[in-house]
């Protein structure tokens, strides 16, 4: 075989191997692309908190005529659902014969306000059985309790009487919101009916606590107070008669008291104050579980004020404190649980402190502008508390003394938030001149703004009492001098 023809071969037996690669390739089947998976729009409807033993029965109706029932107390995943608005409703459920996790009453189910569902995303819908409230509770409107004869905020135990129009019998739980008869909200537990006239019947009466109608609740609440400290507002006013007048910052109707000291000196001031105070309170609760109780309060506080302060000779005090006035009355703040109002009583109350020791009278003026914030979170086995330091804006006027000595005169205010009137959560922030003068130092005097702020939960139905008066106790220098004192 020549050459030309060995080649010829060779190219002829390559072209049909290419072509039989070809074919063998034609011949697979097509590649299958991978399909793009679409995330189902989902619904989740459930019940937390449901009693043991009971079943909660929960609607929900959506776009398109949707609508579906789950009866259960866990939840149920719905995928494939039309996107667009959904609600939520259900009904209490009612236990009549509790057991020891389990206690009698009207479990009442809070459920969210209408959502939306978008398309491929997953909504959650919840009914929250988490508020208890016992038996033979019943909540009043305003014409039923016709009068009593029990304060506003009195303590739980106290006895009285009630008028009412309707028909209730012995044992049953009366609670009220604010009326005209009830300015501050009513708890009660009626004793023997009395007497009966022109469709009102008297009963013996005992105030109860909070926890005797709602067994299981929480609330949050923000409350704010304001008010003023000066010679107009209210309160009575004390006159001052001291050898001192410092002078250093003109007021037009400042408040003015005095605080005791000794037989030998007194300590007194002048002042305005503007003080608002914004607490948010949170509650939760339940008489089977109680460890699970906890209250916290987080509050800023802001105060402006001027104030003169004086000792009027040789003082020994510390620790002296004077209320000055009365309590300012700021309203009532109404939050329902269930069906239960629950009402926050809220007061305002300015505070004078002072102490001294000093062997000649002195004097001091100083103008501050301070913000702070504090938080608080009790419990029945506990605290936890934080602080910021605060800003502060501070302007001393030179002090007046003949000898050596210190002397802190604060003046501040104290927001009470009170349950019904009777207990509940303060906060509260103190502000004034701390003056030091000593002869043989240098420099011979200072000035300081001292400041102090307090916050805590005292609810005696819920088992706690847990405070600081002074959480923040600190003092921040203004002014000083090296120049002769009494100069």
């Known amino acids: 075989m020549s050459r030309r023809t060995r080649v010829r071969g060779a190219i002829l037996l390559a072209l049909s191997s290419l072509f039989l690669v070809q074919a063998a390739l034609l011949a697979l089947p097509a590649p299958v692309q991978a399909a793009t998976r679409k995330t189902p729009t989902t619904l989740v409807i459930g019940a937390a908190a449901v009693p043991a033993g009971f079943l909660a029965s929960v609607k929900v109706q959506g776009p398109n005529g949707f609508r579906r ?3 259960g107390a866990g939840s149920t995943r719905i995928a494939n659902v039309p996107a667009g608005r959904y609600t939520i409703s259900t009904a209490p459920i009612v236990v009549a014969t509790g057991t020891a996790g389990t206690p009698a009453g009207t479990y009442y189910p809070t459920v969210p306000a209408t959502k939306t569902l978008r398309t491929g995303g997953t909504l959650r819908l919840r009914a929250d059985f988490a508020t208890v409230v016992a038996p033979r509770v019943t909540v009043t409107d305003a014409k039923t309790i016709a009068a009593t004869s029990i304060v506003a905020g009195s303590k739980p135990g106290t006895s009285g009487t009630v008028q009412v129009r309707g028909t209730f019998a012995r044992g049953d739980l009366l609670v009220s919101g604010v009326t005209t008869t009830t300015p501050e909200g009513l708890l009660v537990r009626l004793g023997a009916r009395r007497t009966v006239s022109n469709g009102v019947t008297t009963f013996a009466a005992t105030t109860v606590p909070l926890t005797t109608v709602l067994l299981r609740g929480s609330f949050g609440q923000t409350v704010t107070g304001s008010a003023t400290l000066d010679g107009t507002s209210p309160g009575s006013l004390s006159a001052v008669d001291a050898t001192i007048t410092p002078g250093a910052f003109t007021m ?4 003015r008291t005095t605080i005791p000291c000794s037989s030998r000196a007194s300590m007194g001031l002048e002042a305005k104050v503007d003080a608002t105070i914004t607490a948010g309170v949170t509650a ?3 008489v089977v579980h109680p460890a699970t109780t906890a209250v916290g309060v987080a509050a800023v506080a802001h105060a402006i004020g001027t104030m003169n302060t004086w000792v009027t000779g040789a003082a020994a005090c510390s620790g002296t404190k004077s209320k000055l006035g009365r309590s300012v009355p700021l309203g009532t703040v109404v939050v329902d649980v269930g069906p239960v109002p629950v009402v926050l009583v809220q007061s305002l109350q300015f505070v004078a402190e002072g102490s001294a020791g000093t062997e000649a009278p002195m004097a001091a003026s100083v103008v501050t502008d301070v913000t702070t914030t504090a938080g608080l979170t009790a419990t029945t086995h506990g605290r936890t508390s934080t ?15 003949t000898g050596s000595g210190a002397a802190t005169l604060v003046i501040g205010a104290k927001l009470h938030s009170k349950l019904y009137g009777i207990d ?22 200072n000035v300081d703004a001292h400041i102090t702020a307090g916050i805590g939960v005292h609810i005696a139905a819920l088992g706690i009492q847990q405070g600081r008066s002074a959480l923040l106790d600190h003092s921040w220098p203004i002014s000083e001098a090296v120049g002769a004192i009494g100069g």
């Open 252 to 255: 037009s109707s400042p408040f």
């Open 387 to 401: 602080v910021q330091l605060p800003v502060l804006n501070a302007e001393a006027g030179p002090p007046w003394a």
């Open 424 to 445: 509940g959560a303060y906060a509260s922030v103190k502000v004034g001149p701390n003056i030091t003068a000593n002869r043989s130092a240098a420099p011979w005097w």
């Open 69 to 71: 029932t789950y009866t």
């Open 284 to 286: 939760r609760w339940d």
